[in-house]
Structure formats: C-alpha cells, structure tokens
C-alpha cells in the first residue's frame, strides 16, 4: 500500500499553514509507520530530520540521505528514474494547496532529473529534491 512521504508532509503542513487535522487519522498512521521504517533502516538521528524539517541542508549525512531516499522510495511517491506518481500526490495532499503543490513536486522531481547526472546515487537525488521542494515554497 502506497503511503505518504513524511517529510513531505512536515513541508507541506509547516510552510502552507496546513492544519494536522486535514489529514486522516489513517494516514498520519501510515505516516508514522513509513518514518519508523526508514528511521530504522537508515539510522538516522533524530537531530538531523529535525533540522532538515527547518531547513538546515548543512546536515550532509549519509543516513539523512538514506532516510530521505527511503521515504521516496517506499512510498513509492517516486521512482528510480525520479519520475513522481501524479495521481499519488494529489490523493495525499490536501486540496486546498495541492493545486499549487503538486506541480511544485513535479518540478523538483523534472529539475534534479535533468540537471543531476545519472550515475549520481538515488539518496544524494533525492536530498537534492527536498531541498528543491523545500526552496521553492520557503
């Protein structure tokens, strides 16, 4: 089951002014599940998706970038082309912002695609993404 992609979320809630409670209980429950899994499976520190969640890109940590590229990757929000799933986005972020959003999204996913070398690694593409998405709604 596809779930949402956490920091998009903290992105999308903390600079549209989104309210938590425009989202389901069930998906801050996915949410959730889909953090502990790449929290798990990165060992990320919880310092570095905080500061990441503020802006603060000067974290160049591998395990950031491994949670990153995790929570992309098993959303399934994103493939391994950088080729980001329309519909899926639209379905989890709310109406109200997902009009001006989504082709943001999109666009970041387009930017790194084409101006990213191919070879480059999946987790430093997609670190490259967030800070695209984050920049482009400050």
């Known amino acids: 089951m596809k779930t949402v992609i956490i920091l998009a979320l903290f992105f999308v809630a903390a600079n549209c002014a989104i309210n938590p409670a425009e989202f389901s209980p069930k998906l801050i429950k996915l949410t959730q599940e889909l953090h502990d899994t790449c929290k798990s499976q990165s060992n990320v520190k919880d310092e570095y998706i905080q500061a990441h969640k503020q802006g603060n890109f000067a974290v160049n940590d591998i395990t950031i970038k491994k949670y990153i590229a995790c929570l992309w990757s098993v959303s399934k929000a994103l493939d391994e082309h950088l080729v980001g799933d329309y519909d899926f986005l639209y379905s989890v972020i709310p109406p109200r912002v997902s009009s001006y959003l989504v082709p943001l999204y999109l666009d ?26 984050y920049y482009r709604n400050p």
């Open 108 to 133: 970041c996913f387009r930017q790194v695609r084409l101006t990213v070398p191919a070879d480059a690694p999946f987790e430093e593409k997609t670190f490259l993404i967030n800070t695209c998405i």
